[in-house]
């Protein structure tokens, strides 16, 4: 009996560390509870298959999300562009999956584009930590990049963008990307509709627990030490440049992953993925959640994007028009209010309302709240 | 002269006029965001919306400004004053911003950019919201130069590169010879002291803020003519080339302004003739992320160093 429970306390001790939030008992029930739900979702009777599609949609986009959380809630890096790998994954998935429609060849083309996206991160990563390109400027970098994937992809209408049988479609974009699918030869899962929804799911909480463990681990350390203070971490012998780089490329194959997950979830990719609006989406996401937590970033991810499907119906005298104008307030609003995010705040009550602080916050903590205003 | 020759200059000239046209674009788009950034720390993500707001203002007042809840609108007014109206709309909203939200991001560079790139959303999609898909166009005054086989517009090749340097001229006289030019510049080096000096610090703010918002008024005001269908996501054109320009041209506004338009417009003139828009769009771009990596402080950055350098030397 001590052995099981020694073996969980292994588990936590690895999913658990200052620079997470939820390191309780608490958390896990309440973790465990939603993941139960949302697994309970497409059950239940009043859920519509929309719903479940949407709701799986969602799912491939909180990778972007948890990719921005790494790179710049994390490591203090923040880019704009991380739709560039989101994209360039999506498109490399639906050239390869085309061309090569079997099973194996959706399977490849799953892992080939995630290696597109993380390559091309480590590429611009590469370029600009080791060129010593800093702060606003690695910001523009990445939009910049954006902005030319998307005037670039927005000119590819003729036929002389075809690669073999995928046509990239300029403005239209590429149509008839396969569905997503894992197997060898004969042996094959395929994944749409409520299968895709599960497939999701399952990847999504697997990738958050990693990304725990990671973040807790000494890497993840050291990228903390990155972003609250990058001379001085350089001082202590780290190097920094690795540091983010390796940062940047795990930030850039998980974009990469919602990528796929995006194209494959549609069928369907087109330029404005590279767009301005689009870039603007996982900031938002992150920001409102709060950039230094995981959870954050997913549950912000869902409940935006459920609000912007909720809106596009138009709510009361409200037309679809006005979501945009709704997640921009937000996002003012977030930075001006409470610039940390949702999840800090929620920890800070609910560590008040439980009587003191709970093990293992007090780190996370300290970084949020300026000193002055705890004083006063 | 030979007909070889002939066509030569032809072509030569069409790039000046191409060049002429871009550097004026990228001045003009680039001025009001430098000011801002250079001289209070803060990149506004929204300063796209803020030059879209002057080109509604002035075409509204061209058109005729419709009168809320009522089926009527204000009688239209000439262009150069319609200008004024949109300029003078810019500054109000400036001014707005920042005493409802600017004022609470000094000093958090990238909550900044954060919170402008939302504010930027909203007011794009308000104007949506309250004038629809489109505006009517304004038609481009001063008519067209042709030479040999090409035209160029003259309000855009030739009078508006005018307006830009004038401006720039302008500006310098503005902090260097002028009361106001001398506190807002020793705020921006250390509040603390032009504090204690007995400089009203949060009015040079405000002020910085209005003249960097009148500028994007300007540049609306200036285009809004130029730019055929008056859409509400005008403004990421400007913004994007703004945004490279003055991260390019680095920390200081006229001088960097001044360099990193004639630089990148120079890039984009040969390309853009030779290959067309798409292609000098992307030339702009892709020399743009390159001058960064090489010179990480931008171009002003990089002169100043070197100029620190020599003087450590002697």
């Known amino acids: ?114 290696v597109v996206g993380a390559a091309f991160a480590a590429l611009l990563g590469y370029f600009m930590f080791y060129g010593g390109v800093r702060d606003v400027y690695v910001t523009i970098i990445t939009l910049v990049v954006a902005m030319v994937l998307n005037t670039f992809m927005a000119q590819t209408a003729g036929s002389e963008w075809t690669i073999g049988e995928a046509a990239l479609g300029g403005f239209n974009g590429m149509t008839n990307i396969p569905d997503l699918a894992f197997g060898v030869g004969d042996t094959a899962f395929v994944f749409d509709g409520v299968g895709l929804y599960y497939a999701l799911l399952v ?174 | 002269m030979s007909l070889l020759a002939t066509a030569g200059v032809y072509r030569g000239l069409a790039v000046l006029f191409q060049f002429l046209d871009s550097f004026a674009f990228l001045v003009l788009a680039t001025v009001g965001l430098a000011i801002i950034f250079g001289m209070m720390g803060v990149i506004n993500l929204a300063h796209g919306e803020f030059i879209l707001v002057g080109v509604y203002g002035t075409a509204l007042a061209f058109h005729g400004m419709p009168i809320p809840f009522a089926d009527a609108a204000l009688p239209g007014l000439p262009l150069p004053i319609a200008m004024v109206v949109g300029v003078l709309i810019t500054v109000v909203f400036g001014v707005i911003i920042e005493r409802t939200i600017i004022r609470h991001l000094y000093d958090r560079l990238l909550d900044s950019m954060v919170a402008t790139w939302g504010l930027g959303l909203v007011v794009a999609q308000l104007l949506l919201i309250s004038f629809g898909s489109s505006l ?95 859409t509400p996501d005008r403004g990421s054109i400007f913004l994007v080339e703004a945004f490279v320009a003055v991260v390019v041209g680095g920390p200081s506004v006229i001088v960097g302004t001044l360099s990193a338009a004639g630089l990148l417009g120079f890039f984009n003139a040969i390309v853009t003739s030779q290959y067309g828009t798409f292609a000098g769009l992307m030339a702009m771009l892709l020399v743009a992320i390159v001058l960064l990596r090489l010179l990480p402080d931008g171009i002003t950055g990089y002169v100043e160093k070197v100029r620190q350098r020599r003087r450590a030397e002697q």
């Open chain 1, 1 to 114: 009996m001590s052995g099981g429970l020694g073996a969980i306390d292994r588990v936590r001790n690895r999913l658990e560390g200052p620079n997470t939030y939820g390191n309780s008992g608490l958390f896990w029930a309440v973790f465990a509870i939603a993941v139960l739900a949302l697994a309970a979702y497409p059950l239940s009777p009043t859920t519509s298959p929309f719903d479940v599609l949407t709701t799986t949609q969602y799912f491939g986009l909180a990778f972007l999300a948890l990719s921005l959380s790494i790179v710049w809630g994390y490591t203090g890096v923040l880019s704009f562009g991380q739709v560039a790998f989101f994209g360039v994954a999506a498109y490399t998935f639906g050239v390869i999956g085309i061309n090569f429609s079997s099973a194996t060849g959706v399977t490849a083309a799953f892992f080939g584009a995630v």
């Open chain 1, 203 to 376: 990847l999504l909480v697997a990738t958050y627990l990693a990304l725990r463990v990671l973040v807790n681990s000494q890497f993840g350390m050291t990228m903390v030490a990155v972003r609250e203070d990058e001379d001085r971490t350089a001082t202590f012998g780290y190097n920094v440049p690795f540091v983010k780089l390796v940062s940047f490329t795990i930030g850039g194959a998980l974009a990469a992953a919602g990528g796929v997950f995006y194209a494959s979830w549609g069928n369907f990719i087109d330029p404005t993925v590279f767009g301005i609006l689009f870039a603007a989406l996982p900031v938002v996401w992150v920001s409102v959640g709060g950039r230094e937590s995981l959870i954050g970033a997913v549950g912000a991810t869902l409940v935006i994007e459920r609000m912007r499907t909720g809106l596009t119906d138009g709510v009361g005298p409200l037309g679809p028009e006005w979501a945009f104008v709704i997640v921009g307030g937000l996002l003012m609003t977030v930075i001006l209010v409470m610039p940390g995010g949702i999840v800090p705040l929620i920890d800070r009550v609910v560590a008040d309302r439980l009587g003191g602080r709970l093990p293992g916050l007090a780190g996370s903590e300290t970084s949020e709240s300026s000193p002055k205003e705890d004083t006063a």
């Open chain 2, 136 to 230: 009517d166009s304004i038609s481009t005054p001063m008519g067209n130069v042709a030479y040999g086989p090409f035209t160029s517009g003259v309000y855009r090749s030739v009078f508006l590169p005018v307006v830009s340097v004038l401006l720039l001229g302008a500006l310098y006289l503005l902090f260097t010879r002028t009361e106001f030019g001398v506190k807002a510049r020793a705020t921006i080096e250390d509040p603390e002291t032009a504090r204690a000096m007995g400089v009203d610090t949060d009015r040079m703010y405000v002020m910085t803020f209005a003249l960097g918002s009148g500028l994007a008024g300007l540049t609306g005001a200036l285009y809004a003519p130029a730019l055929g269908a008056i």
